[in-house]
């Protein structure tokens, strides 16, 4: 380690969606010289959708990937230093804080912005990945709109699951609801909801054998695991809801979490546990998880690390 490349930073983010580059911005305005790395899918989630609708300022919606350049571009033009690089592991054991890029530079941070966001579990079927954006979607907020009066499928008995389909039954005519067992691991209020709603149709013992179409959905093959048989229904759109996974394991053991590696916030605020260290996004946030509101805990985060800062004598 002796011969790594140190360099020090008074404010790190590391991750570049909505949240960080939020951060950024209202880090960089507020003169505090913030780097921040990109990680390993630069811009996040939202370079893997197609068109935004529901984000404030943008009265045609615009590309996800499109939003996520202006998002870069308004950072930089702050003053924001972006660079490519993956956060690999972390000491917080003494102060400044270390950072590892690519497990070969060492940053040392007295302020450190987390901001890994979360990726969407995949079924893994290629049909899938080849559909992806084209009428498969992970975000039934996002993209549900875009199937307005069709038929579309959901996968997943989680209380995502149950939830987008609550809000894709009132846009859409049927929603065709995959649930692997013969049971939902919903809490009971929603499945209470799901089992109440006329037009969702409940596929128990079923998984996703592939789904239909060459350049967009145009249905999905559906097998029941108790008696082989396999049915095709046509659908415009397919959403996968079968969790997510928050991008936390390089602070497992430093930072309080959830049982499922949601970095724990003190609630309305973006502080951890670790005095200097702020979680902003997805990483921090299971219920919400839009674009606007990773946005709006990225100015949090930024405006937290300012006042700590500020309260060190640091900057
Ligand atoms: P969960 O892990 O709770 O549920 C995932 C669901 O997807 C399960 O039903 C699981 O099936 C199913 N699943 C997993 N893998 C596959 C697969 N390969 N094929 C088919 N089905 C699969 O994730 P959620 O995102 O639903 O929820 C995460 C957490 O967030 C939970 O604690 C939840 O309660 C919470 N939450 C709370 C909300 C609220 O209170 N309003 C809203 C949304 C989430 P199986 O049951 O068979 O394992």
């Not at 002796?2 to 580059?21: D, Q, R």
């Not at 990937?65 to 924001?80: D, L, N, S, V, Y």
């Not at 993956?86 to 912005?113: G, N, R």
């Not at 145009?218 to 008696?227: A, C, L, S």
Request: aromatic content about 8%; hydrophobic content about 40%; overall charge negative.
């Amino acid at each position: 380690m002796e011969n790594n490349i140190i360099e020090k930073t008074h404010v790190l983010i590391i991750g570049s969606g909505p949240a960080g580059y939020t951060a950024a911005i209202y880090a960089a305005r507020a003169n505090m010289k913030p780097v921040l790395y990109q990680g390993i899918q630069p811009g996040g989630q939202l370079t893997i959708t197609t068109e935004v609708e529901n984000y404030p300022g943008y009265p045609e919606g615009i590309q996800g990937p499109e939003m996520m350049i202006h998002f870069e571009k308004q950072a930089t033009r702050m003053g924001a230093d972006i660079r490519y690089g993956l956060a690999t592991k972390v000491d917080f054991s003494t102060q400044p804080y270390k950072v590892w890029i690519d497990d070969e530079k060492i940053i040392e941070t007295d302020a450190l912005i987390i901001c890994t966001g979360a990726s969407a579990k995949w079924l893994g079927l290629p049909s899938e990945q080849r559909l992806n954006g084209f009428g498969v979607s992970a975000c039934a907020v996002c993209d549900g709109f875009f199937f307005k009066g069709k038929e579309v499928a959901i996968v997943g008995a989680g209380d995502t699951a149950a939830e987008e389909a609550l809000y894709l039954s009132k846009l859409c005519s049927t929603v065709h609801m995959i649930v692997r067992r013969d049971a939902m691991r919903a809490s009971k209020v929603m499945q209470e909801r799901v089992l109440n709603t006329s037009n969702i149709k409940i596929y128990w013992n079923s998984e996703t054998d592939e789904i239909l179409g060459d350049n967009k959905t145009e249905g999905v093959r559906i097998k029941n695991t108790k008696t082989g048989e396999k049915i095709e229904v046509p659908i415009s759109g397919f959403f996968v809801a079968i969790g997510h996974q928050p991008n936390s394991d390089i602070f497992k053991g430093w930072i309080d979490m959830d049982e499922t590696g949601y970095i724990k916030t003190i609630p309305g605020t973006s502080k951890t546990n670790i005095e200097g260290v702020f979680a902003a996004g997805d990483v921090q946030d299971k219920n919400y998880r839009q674009a606007v509101t990773a946005a709006g805990s990225g100015c949090m985060a930024a405006l937290d690390a300012e006042r700590y800062l500020t309260a060190k004598g640091i900057a």
